[in-house]
């Protein structure tokens, strides 16, 4: 299947993903041939079912009981319906990469469209951030998304110690300087990015950069390679142990990212491969998968009309 044209033009970087050097050995990146089979059937039976519900088809999507019943994340992020309404919403900004920078941080940090909607958007101006404040402490609740992102003991003892507080304020304050050293950048990969900015930004939220830096691959390729040395976190680390837990998993990703799997998808007719934040991700999601086969885990079901 083609990408749809509206992903296509919101994202800037996919033709890095049809340009990649494949033809790593799976034998040699897996210790099970049976877990590269599963893994491999898990990848596609995904991405058939967001193929069918993008092109407007009835469910159900699987005959899997598992995958028929609970949710998952996409195999690839940036289908993500939060994802994209972030990317839509801060196109306009991408000829400015700090004030693009500093809203995404901030739409990652709040994780709540609705939120993020009613406030408006960052402005590197004082005055300007005084309204957004006053408006963002106002805002219905509950104000943010997925709060395990943001710990907020990491800044309570700081000069901006609430999560407000630290967007209005210590947000403009900094992302100009972070900005400049991520445009000095040439195809850094993530895992050395996020050891870069932390001690700029002077907090310690690795897994919020992790996601942002994320975000910038797709806006602006040059500065970042996702195809490179990328973090893993601990929902993926024990599928990376079954695959080969001889190698660092930060690593792994990378060898992952030089296998030959067809997704199914292409863009301009040329295949789209997987990254190393692809395979961090799957990494995840099919440990979810082989834990809830297995009577575990958290049941996240599908509503009515998703079934």
Sequence with gaps: MELPENLKRLYRHWRFHTTRSVGENPRTVFKSAKLFKDISWFVGERLHIWEQKTVGKEPPYTKDKVLSHYRFCNIFREFDRQTIAFHTLLNPLRDNFPLWLLNMFYCRMVANTDTVKHVGLLSFDTADNKKFYTTLLQSPRPRFGTPYVFPVSVIQRSTTPTRELFIAHHLPSIMKTVAKDIQGWNKKNIYDGVKTITPIFGFNLNFLWTEVLIDVAYQFPEFIDLFARFPVGPG????????????????????????????????????????????????????????????????????????
């Design 236 to 307: 993926s680390l024990p599928t990376m142990e079954r695959i080969n837990a001889k190698k660092d998993p930060t690593l792994l990703v990378e060898d992952l990212a030089r296998i030959e799997l067809e997704t199914g998808l292409t863009y301009n007719k040329k295949p789209v491969r997987l990254s190393a934040e692809n395979w961090e991700g799957i990494g995840c999601e099919f440990r979810k998968y082989t834990n809830l086969k297995a009577g575990k885990g958290r049941r996240r079901i599908f509503g009515a009309s998703q079934s």
